[in-house]
């Protein structure tokens, strides 16, 4: 079975830094895209970020370009977002994703592509 289990997450004062990891099991990156999603009190789950392994397609919604960075290390089967600058309205629970293996290309991460998610970690930025 496909399994992602985040942690990382935290509190930490506007602009700081978080590094999320992601492990994954029950399956290759080669097979599947991966992403992060994120949903604040109240709002929909918006996808901000992901990667295709298959030829390291990325993308990132422009609320994060610049200062998310999404990265997979396959020795350790991680897949990490690193998070810069940091704002309070960045405050979420953030979500890894295991998505189709067509996902993220001309597009950004959406949640039909999703085939498996992670449990979600907690990030607040304080102002």
């Known amino acids: 079975d496909v399994q992602l289990v985040e942690s990382g997450g935290g509190l930490v004062q506007a602009g700081g830094s978080l590094r999320l990891s992601c492990a994954v099991s029950g399956f290759r990156f080669d097979d599947y895209a991966v992403g992060w999603f994120r949903q604040a009190p109240g709002k929909e789950r918006e996808g901000i970020t992901c990667l295709n392994s298959r030829d390291g397609t990325t993308y990132y919604a422009d609320s994060v370009q610049g200062r998310f960075t999404i990265s997979t290390d396959n020795s350790k089967k991680t897949v990490a977002l690193q998070m810069n600058s940091l704002k309070p309205g960045d405050t979420a629970v953030y979500y890894c994703?295991?998505?189709?293996?067509?996902?993220?290309?001309?597009?950004?991460?959406?949640?039909?592509?999703?085939?498996?998610w992670g449990q979600g970690t907690q990030v607040t930025v304080s102002s």
């Open positions: 994703a295991a998505m189709f293996r067509t996902a993220c290309y001309g597009v950004g991460p959406r949640i039909p592509d999703v085939a498996t």
